[in-house]
């Protein structure tokens, strides 16, 4: 598509469900980052892939959160066990080139916001 | 570590008036400087980046943006704000290629636009 696409857009929860958020970045994009937002805060990252690698998980808050690309174009951010603090807008971007190069800029989407309660 | 400050949280300014937003970092090299933009329910939009070359950056919208290596600034500024310029303002820093590619982002402003 001609975008980053998030599904769901909202998403309630209730405290201890699992969710899983789905991400569709740009075809052809190699690089895929999801980032996350807490209200009234900048984004912060949680971990990006090349392609179906995860290269860098280093910020997921903890490991409820898992996130997986198995073929390399759709990516999705899961988390177990959902708690309070888990709820943020959860954003994913893409970019054409390896290695994070950030020289064309990255792609966001519109990010599904989770609200846990 | 890495790190940017973005000093003013909020902002208001008339239409038509002049406009800077403020963005400080910390990084041990030379970094890859960004100002995105995002409004209500929207993802991020780059306004612009910093690689190296001409301190003085042009972008999309009218803005442009001024890297200060002796103040660590990379400070965001537009001659005239229009009304639909009101949305949140994000400056990130990035690591040169062939790293991860993650950004660090500010903890944003949110620019008001008085009629």
């Known amino acids: 598509g001609a975008g980053v696409s998030q599904s769901p857009r909202y998403k309630v929860a209730k405290r201890g469900q699992d969710v899983a958020l789905r991400c569709d970045p740009i075809s052809g994009h190699v690089s895929l980052f999801w980032y996350q937002q807490a209200l009234g805060q900048g984004p912060e990252f949680l971990t990006y892939?090349?392609?179906?690698?995860?290269?860098?998980k280093s910020g997921l808050p903890s490991d409820r959160f898992f996130a997986e690309r198995p073929e390399g174009s759709v990516s999705t951010l899961k988390i177990q066990r959902t708690q309070q603090e888990d709820s943020a807008v959860y954003l994913c971007?893409?970019?054409?080139?390896?290695?994070?190069?950030?020289?064309?800029?990255?792609?966001f989407g519109s990010g599904t916001r989770l609200t846990v309660v | 570590a890495q790190s940017v400050t973005q000093p003013d949280i909020h902002i208001t300014v008339s239409e038509g008036a002049s406009l800077e937003l403020r963005c400080n970092y910390s990084y041990g090299a030379t970094p890859y400087l960004f100002w995105y933009v995002q409004s209500p329910g929207q993802g991020l939009q780059l306004l612009l980046k910093?690689?190296?070359?001409?301190?003085l950056v042009q972008g999309i919208k009218g803005f442009e943006a001024e890297f200060k290596r002796s103040q660590s600034s990379f400070n965001l500024r537009k001659p005239s704000v229009h009304w639909s310029d009101a949305a949140e303002y994000f400056c990130a820093v990035g690591a040169p290629p062939g790293n991860t590619g993650k950004l660090i982002f500010g903890q944003g402003t949110t620019l008001q636009v008085k009629p």
């Open positions: 892939f090349q392609n179906e690698a995860q290269l860098d």
């Open positions: 971007a893409s970019s054409p080139l390896t290695g994070g190069d950030p020289l064309y800029g990255y792609t």
């Open positions: 910093y690689f190296s070359g001409d301190t």
